[in-house]
């Protein structure tokens, strides 16, 4: 595990445990009697998280080995090490499992994720502030999986800005 990845997998995960509940409970809001629709608040979070991840680090179709460490140290950090590593080959695996899982989920860079949309209904109900709470998750996770190759592409550098825009609510066309 890198040094300077160390602080923010420390919060990673007690940041991911205090989403989990209310994006459960957003999902019952949303959803109402369509139970079938709701899932694990910790596999829609990590899946979009993981997607989004992949998506900034990898415009090329590429993942250098420091990313797909921070990756693996993520999963690590959520999952235990009992799950099994990810190599070069599996993003587009990755790809491929999250349509799979979510067949009408439509994840890009100009789409709000599912979690912090759920996160702004329950917010909406209850008064609190667990969706800027992902939106900083999103973003933080984000930056460090750019910066973990040491190698900042420019492309990564726009494909970031343009998701933060999407987070903060500017130019949003959510699925």
């Known amino acids: 595990m890198q040094q300077q990845n160390l602080l923010i997998l420390r919060s990673l995960k007690q940041n991911i445990e205090a989403l989990i509940a209310p994006i459960e409970a957003?999902?019952?809001?949303?959803?109402?009697?369509?139970?079938?629709?709701?899932?694990s608040g910790l596999d829609l979070l990590m899946g979009e998280l993981t997607m989004v991840v992949l998506l900034l680090s990898d415009p090329e179709g590429t993942i250098s080995a420091a990313e797909l460490e921070l990756l693996n140290d993520m999963r690590h950090v959520v999952f235990g090490y009992a799950i099994p590593e990810l190599n070069s080959n599996d993003p587009m695996e990755l790809r491929r499992q999250f349509l799979r899982i979510h067949p009408d989920?439509?994840?890009t860079l100009d789409n709000l994720?599912?979690?912090?949309?759920?996160l702004q209904v329950y917010d909406g109900s209850h008064g609190t502030e667990y969706a800027n709470k992902a939106r900083l998750l999103f973003v933080q996770f984000s930056e460090a999986m750019i910066k973990a190759d040491e190698n900042e592409h420019p492309i990564e550098v726009a494909l970031l800005g343009h998701f933060q825009q999407t987070l903060n609510g500017e130019d949003n066309h959510e699925s």
């Open 26 to 39: 957003g999902e019952v809001e949303f959803y109402g009697e369509d139970s079938h629709k709701v899932q």
């Open 113 to 118: 994720p599912l979690s912090v949309r759920l």
């Open 105 to 107: 989920r439509l994840l």
